[in-house]
């Protein structure tokens, strides 16, 4: 029997539980080698770590007895950093405990303090709950710690992350010496192991997977757009996607509100997590998630730390992730329990340097593609279409009705017809300009479809002024009366611009350029003739007098006193 070294309650519980065989991390925690051994593990999010601490306490709260004393002070101290994981644990011990008959009490912030000293007062075996509301009770002397056999940190490196080291070693510094310390991290980071060094006696490390192990269930995948067409490719993605459930990180609570909204107002079934919500905010949103009447959580790093959401297929960074650490956080919301995911990060071009980094530190491997089309989509929404379609048992009265809607319409026509409702329960994709810098590779394979004949123009502004292709692509249509379609290329050198349009409409481009009066706002816009652009590494261009004032009405630069000046004596060693 797998689980025939636990005590008999627990087994039975975990067996009937469903449970054949335990998971990696849950063998070695109930190993002979970590029998009343403090332990520091790192494992995969969701791999089974809450129950897994379940088991490997199981024989300290009993001592070799067959069942556990009566009710008092608590014997087990499990510690969380978010609400939402706190419930979480005190559900899974509870019917992991549940032929033993213990008492697991919760104690988080955004709960009624009252009720929970109420449930102190009437006395517990195990207490669970996150650092900040654990301390108060403690200070409050609702909590006694005298008793505590075992010590729990979960997640330790996200309480860490989000501020609670002092609450941390308060609690810690309270509990009994002899106490067993369990200290389960995803990462372990210095501040990690110089707190188990410090709370930690002769640990046994235990760790399950590699760190490309963790990813292992997880397909990442990068797709870089212009700054302004994030929201789009968030769009699109879900679209392209249809998963059963999507978590979409965003960094500010602010921006977690506007995407929502965006993404409320073009049809998807949204839902928020943020510092800001309630906790019965929070519970309905979650609950919604669950139940499946919403399919997409917009949420900010904070709010999302500890959540486990069954069916979560598909993780998409609106906003990049400050460090590595992070990212694996967020990505590990999707590709649970040996179940697949996909995470996605946008990535504004002009930070791609910086999304290579973070995925080299976080050890991952991510494809870079493109952001799904309208065509893409709806492709894709016609495979899925055709997957979906189950005849199955049909009734007599559905067969009428068929019929007489053959009487009246070829099958054709109702097939198509079905097609369309279906069509029209779906958010529309959305277009997205092609202002990224083309990646060598893709030039070698020759111009897009309808530029294959093209004029080139130049506008007096390049990298020296800061030119960016955000505020160069509405420039270039507003002057010349087109659309971002007609603008092919864009390439930005030292001191000039230069981009292409079709020669079919570049004599009307032209013509517009000249009647809105470009050169009057500091713009300078005129042909660059048909030879390809210099190099990109050619940094040399006309004197900045010759080119009159730059972008915006700014004055050209002119070297003023004390610049340009030749120092004294001579150049710096």
């Known amino acids: 029997?797998?689980?025939?070294?636990?005590?008999?309650?627990?087994?039975?519980?975990?067996?009937?539980?469903?449970?054949?065989?335990?998971?990696?991390?849950?063998?070695?925690?109930?190993?002979?080698?970590?029998?009343?051994?403090?332990?520091?593990?790192?494992?995969?999010?969701?791999?089974?770590?809450?129950?897994?601490?379940?088991?490997?306490i199981a024989e300290t709260l009993l001592q070799g007895a067959e069942s556990l004393p009566r009710a008092g002070e608590p014997l087990a101290l499990i510690i969380a950093p978010t609400r939402e994981l706190a419930l979480q644990v005190q559900r899974e011990l509870q019917w992991l405990y549940a032929?033993?008959?213990?008492?697991?009490?919760?104690?988080?912030?955004?709960?009624?303090?009252?009720?929970?000293?109420?449930?102190?007062s009437y006395g517990c075996h195990i207490v669970v709950g996150t650092p900040g509301r654990l301390r108060d009770h403690l200070e409050r002397g609702a909590l006694q710690p005298g008793s505590l056999r075992a010590v729990i940190l979960d997640e330790a490196d996200e309480m860490l992350d989000l501020g609670f080291r002092e609450d941390l070693e308060e609690i810690l510094d309270m509990t009994p010496p002899e106490r067993r310390t369990l200290l389960f991290s995803a990462t372990m980071p210095k501040p990690i192991a110089v707190m188990a060094k410090r709370y930690q006696r002769d640990a046994l490390r235990i760790e399950t997977t590699s760190e490309r192990e963790r990813h292992a269930d997880i397909d990442y995948r990068a797709v870089a757009v212009a700054p302004g067409d994030i929201e789009h490719a968030v769009v699109n993605l879900l679209r392209f996607h249809e998963a059963k459930g999507t978590m979409i990180f965003c960094a500010t609570r602010?921006?977690?509100?506007?995407?929502?909204?965006?993404?409320?107002?073009?049809?998807?079934?949204?839902?928020?997590?943020?510092?800001?919500?309630?906790?019965?905010?929070?519970?309905?949103?979650?609950?919604?998630?669950r139940d499946r009447r919403?399919?997409?959580?917009?949420?900010?790093?904070?709010?999302?730390?500890?959540?486990?959401?069954?069916g979560l297929e598909l993780v998409i960074h609106a906003e990049l992730p400050i460090d590595a650490e992070t990212l694996q956080h967020r990505s590990g919301r999707t590709g649970r329990a040996g179940r697949k995911g996909t995470c996605v990060l946008i990535v504004p071009y002009t930070r791609r340097r910086h999304a290579e980094r973070l995925l080299r530190g976080a050890h991952v491997q991510a494809t870079w593609d493109k952001v799904p089309t309208a065509e893409d989509i709806y492709a894709?929404?016609?495979?899925?279409?055709?997957?979906s379609l189950e005849v199955g048992e049909v009734s007599d009265e559905d067969l009428a009705v068929a019929r007489k809607l053959l009487e009246t319409r070829s099958a054709e026509e109702?097939?198509?017809?079905?097609?369309?409702?279906?069509?029209?329960?779906?958010?529309?994709?959305?277009?997205l300009a092609d202002a990224a810098p083309v990646p060598q590779a893709a030039r070698e394979q020759g111009p897009r479809p309808g530029f294959e004949d093209t004029?080139?123009?130049?506008?007096?502004?390049?990298?020296?002024?800061?030119?960016?292709?955000?505020?160069?692509?509405?420039l270039i249509c507003r002057h010349g009366h087109i659309t971002k379609r007609d603008v092919g290329a864009i390439r930005i050198f030292s001191t000039e611009t230069r981009f292409e349009i079709p020669r079919g409409i570049a004599a009307k481009f032209l013509s517009a350029v000249k009647k809105s009066?470009?050169?009057?706002?500091?713009v300078l816009i005129e042909p660059a003739g048909d030879a390809p652009p210099p190099p990109r590494n050619d940094r040399r261009g006309p004197p900045r007098d010759s080119r009159g004032p730059r972008p915006g009405g700014r004055p050209p630069y002119k070297a003023g006193p004390g610049r340009g000046a030749p120092r004294r004596g001579g150049p710096r060693g």
Request: charged share 25%; proline share 5%.
């Open 294 to 310: 919403a399919r997409v959580c917009v949420a900010t790093d904070v709010a999302a730390r500890g959540i486990d959401l069954p």
């Open 455 to 474: 004029a080139w123009f130049r506008i007096n502004a390049g990298r020296n002024d800061n030119a960016d292709p955000r505020w160069l692509l509405p």
């Open 99 to 120: 032929k033993l008959g213990a008492r697991v009490v919760s104690c988080v912030g955004g709960m009624n303090v009252r009720v929970e000293q109420r449930q102190l």
């Open 517 to 522: 009066g470009g050169e009057q706002e500091g």
């Open 1 to 56: 029997m797998p689980f025939s070294s636990l005590p008999r309650p627990v087994a039975e519980a975990i067996t009937e539980r469903g449970y054949t065989a335990p998971t990696p991390v849950q063998a070695q925690v109930i190993a002979a080698e970590a029998h009343d051994r403090d332990l520091l593990v790192s494992a995969q999010t969701g791999s089974g770590k809450t129950v897994a601490y379940g088991l490997a």
């Open 414 to 431: 109702i097939a198509a017809a079905f097609v369309r409702s279906q069509r029209q329960s779906l958010p529309a994709p959305e277009e």
């Open 254 to 289: 602010e921006n977690v509100r506007r995407l929502s909204a965006a993404l409320t107002e073009r049809g998807f079934a949204a839902v928020t997590l943020s510092g800001e919500l309630s906790q019965n905010e929070r519970n309905h949103a979650l609950q919604a998630l």
């Open 380 to 387: 894709r929404d016609e495979e899925r279409l055709v997957d």
